[in-house]
């Protein structure tokens, strides 16, 4: 299996996970309570730990998105940062990581024209 199938197959784990969790509360509690999602999220030390761990992480990630995307010319940028605000990490990461790889591929590809040219 070729790396972008892998990230389009962690694309969909970072989708699926993550909201099997949300739905069902937000299901459960008629809509997305913000106050109670935040006490909820922060109700105990270790909750409050994990939550600024990916906090952390999507800003690391957003920076890291921009720089690299600007240097290889990655097009389509705006879809995983879109996708680390409405879903998190996990999926705003393996899809920027699957168009790096499509963007490096095409690099290569013009490259390789290039030379034979």
């Known amino acids: 299996m070729n790396r972008k199938t892998v ?6 784990l970072g989708l699926v996970m993550p909201y099997s969790q949300f739905v069902p509360w937000v299901i459960a509690n008629h809509g997305l309570p913000i106050g109670l999602f935040v006490r909820e999220l922060f109700a105990n030390r270790i909750g ?3 939550a600024m761990d990916v906090l952390v992480s999507a800003f690391v990630l957003i920076f890291f998105i ?3 995307a600007k240097r ?3 097009r389509h940028v705006w879809l995983p940062i879109v996708g680390v605000l409405t879903v998190g990490v996990s999926l705003g990461l ?3 990581l699957y ?3 499509r963007s490096l591929e095409g ?3 013009a490259v390789a024209t290039a030379a034979k040219g």
């Open 72 to 74: 290889l010319s990655v």
């Open 48 to 50: 409050g730990f994990f």
């Open 7 to 12: 990230y389009l197959l962690f694309c969909v």
């Open 94 to 96: 393996p899809l920027f």
């Open 107 to 109: 690099t290569a590809g």
């Open 99 to 101: 168009l790096r790889e």
């Open 66 to 68: 921009r720089r690299e």
